[in-house]
């Protein structure tokens, strides 16, 4: 079943505002991914942490990979139209042998005008 | 550079009907992944290989089969469509190397099953 838990599930903001979302698990993970999915396409790879506690910048988002290695973070500062989408974690949980690729069931940005 | 190509982009399929999404990708990438997407859901994994002739189940297989005879492709198949097998199918592929396990997805295979 699903092991990532994304919060929250849909946030509706004003443009210039910062963003901050989150992915948990009961598992260890040794990686997480943080991609972003535009409508009608597949999911493009924003940041990808190896490391606890690594913080990782891609101009004005920002992911870190918790102490725990059971959560993740991201964050978008001074959002602008083009951030809308969906945002998924992702990881392969270490149990499992880190061979399967697993993903949080997303984070829907909107932006009001 | 084309990266993970999937073909066809759209198909609609009758209910029993087969047919196979094609997967190819040419990053040289040992892992492959098939994941479908249900509306307004995440993905889930269907299947995945670690290499040629080697495959193993993923999240949600029942009803579907797979191969890897190549390093490049990885074909998905529904032998008897049944319309719970709506949804969007993303192939993807990563080169775990060093710890690293990015994965890059094709566009996607839209299918209908009526």
């Known amino acids: 079943g699903q092991q990532l838990n994304q919060s929250p599930q849909s946030m509706f903001i004003q443009e210039g505002e910062d963003v901050s979302m989150n992915c948990t698990s009961s598992?260890?993970?040794?990686?997480w991914l943080w991609y972003k999915q535009d409508p009608g396409e597949g999911p493009v790879l924003l940041i990808a942490?190896?490391?606890?506690?690594e913080l990782t910048s891609n101009g004005r988002l920002t992911a870190q990979f918790g102490i725990t290695r059971k959560d993740s973070f991201l964050n978008i500062s001074a959002s602008i139209p083009s951030d809308v989408g969906i945002y998924f974690c992702?990881?392969?949980?270490?149990?499992?042998?880190?061979?399967?690729?697993?993903f949080g069931q997303g984070t829907r940005l909107t932006i009001n005008p | 550079n084309a990266g993970v190509t999937q073909t066809p982009k759209f198909r609609i399929l009758k209910i029993g009907q087969s047919m196979t999404l094609q997967c190819t990708q040419d990053?040289?990438?040992?892992?492959m992944y098939w994941y479908r997407q249900d509306p307004g859901m995440g993905l889930k994994l269907i299947y995945y290989?670690?290499?040629?002739?080697?495959?193993d189940k993923g999240e949600v297989p029942n009803g579907y089969n797979v191969s890897r005879s190549t390093t490049e492709d990885f074909p998905l198949r529904l032998e008897l469509a049944a319309p719970s097998q709506t949804s969007v199918y993303f192939c993807?592929?990563?080169?775990?190397?060093?710890?690293?396990?990015?994965?890059?997805f094709g566009q996607g295979t839209r299918l209908t099953v009526v």
């Open positions: 993807a592929s990563s080169y775990p190397s060093r710890g690293r396990t990015e994965a890059f």
């Open positions: 598992s260890i993970f040794n990686t």
């Open positions: 942490l190896y490391k606890a506690g």
């Open positions: 992702a990881g392969p949980p270490l149990i499992q042998g880190a061979q399967k690729l697993v």
């Open positions: 990053m040289n990438h040992n892992y």
């Open positions: 290989s670690v290499g040629a002739g080697i495959t």
